[in-house]
């Protein structure tokens, strides 16, 4: 397989959408947004013709761009799936690539008062969009949402919310029952936070403003921790309560008596 892009049968038309309900968000985020959009092959050929969408939504720590990149021997989402539909095997759709990155590397796809109105933007204002604009069938029967990791989680908790706009979902490793995934990697982090900040997050963001991130040990483990925290564990203020408050000392002591023991 050549590393270099290859041709559509289809196309990708980009965009950037503005958003009042993003405006004045507590992290200071740009309120104007990426937005991709899919066109199938013969769009233009069948000008009455009306397409079912697929809203496609990223995991932690990526952005709409990032759908661009290649790695040797593979073909980036987006070829994949033209290549779908060029076949002609599969009914042409629209399919929508939705940017909801913040400043701590992701949203989770929720209204959060530690990040943002993200779910109520996809809903409420990217889908209208779109279907104003484009020949999309404008029925929750032909509305469907995917993603991967915490992309799936918003995949899987967007059509309960709104079943009136997603009547289909596909959910790729998505994010869930956090109180046993994370039940070991809690205490290891705790400890690193701990040992490089003396337990203070304000001193890991002073110290990650004054330098490339992801250039010392632990800054993606640390921050991920933070915006989940962010995301679901966030008072109406925005004062964000990170989970090692009530657990972490509790895990991280019984973590070291474990590893005490076997040694």
């Known amino acids: 397989?050549?590393?270099?892009?290859?041709?559509?049968?289809?196309?990708?038309?980009?965009?950037?959408?503005?958003?009042?309900?993003?405006?004045?968000?507590?992290?200071?985020?740009?309120?104007?947004?990426?937005?991709?959009?899919?066109?199938?092959?013969?769009?233009?050929?069948?000008?009455?013709?009306?397409?079912?969408?697929?809203?496609?939504?990223?995991?932690?720590?990526?952005?709409?761009?990032?759908?661009?990149?290649?790695?040797?021997?593979?073909?980036?989402?987006?070829?994949?799936?033209?290549?779908?539909?060029?076949?002609?095997?599969?009914?042409?759709?629209?399919?929508?690539?939705?940017?909801?990155?913040?400043?701590?590397?992701?949203?989770?796809?929720?209204?959060?008062?530690?990040?943002?109105?993200?779910?109520?933007?996809?809903?409420?204002?990217?889908?209208?969009?779109?279907?104003?604009?484009?020949?999309?069938?404008?029925?929750?029967?032909?509305?469907?949402?995917?993603?991967?990791s915490s992309g799936g989680y918003g995949a899987m908790i967007t059509p309960m919310l709104r079943p009136d706009l997603f009547g289909a979902l596909a959910t790729h490793a998505g994010d869930a029952l956090f109180d046993t995934t994370y039940r070991a990697e809690i205490p290891k982090r705790v400890r690193l936070l701990r040992n490089q900040y003396d337990g203070s997050y304000e001193r890991f963001f002073s110290d990650l403003r004054r330098r490339v991130p992801g250039t010392r040990d632990g800054d993606l483990e640390l921050m991920e921790i933070y915006a989940y925290a962010a995301a679901y564990s966030a008072d109406e203020d925005g004062t964000i309560h990170i989970p090692f408050d009530e657990v972490g000392a509790f895990l991280s002591d019984v973590w070291e008596r474990w590893l005490a023991w076997d040694q």
């Open 1 to 148: 397989m050549l590393p270099w892009a290859a041709d559509l049968v289809g196309r990708i038309e980009r965009h950037t959408i503005g958003s009042r309900l993003l405006r004045g968000n507590p992290l200071g985020d740009p309120p104007v947004r990426p937005l991709w959009v899919y066109v199938p092959p013969g769009y233009d050929d069948e000008p009455d013709r009306r397409y079912p969408s697929i809203y496609v939504i990223q995991g932690y720590s990526s952005h709409v761009g990032m759908w661009s990149n290649r790695v040797p021997f593979r073909q980036p989402f987006p070829e994949l799936a033209d290549a779908v539909f060029a076949t002609g095997d599969v009914p042409p759709a629209m399919v929508v690539y939705v940017d909801a990155w913040t400043a701590y590397g992701g949203s989770q796809h929720l209204d959060s008062p530690g990040t943002g109105r993200y779910h109520s933007y996809l809903c409420e204002e990217v889908v209208p969009w779109v279907d104003a604009r484009y020949r999309t069938i404008s029925h929750r029967d032909h509305r469907t949402i995917t993603g991967k």
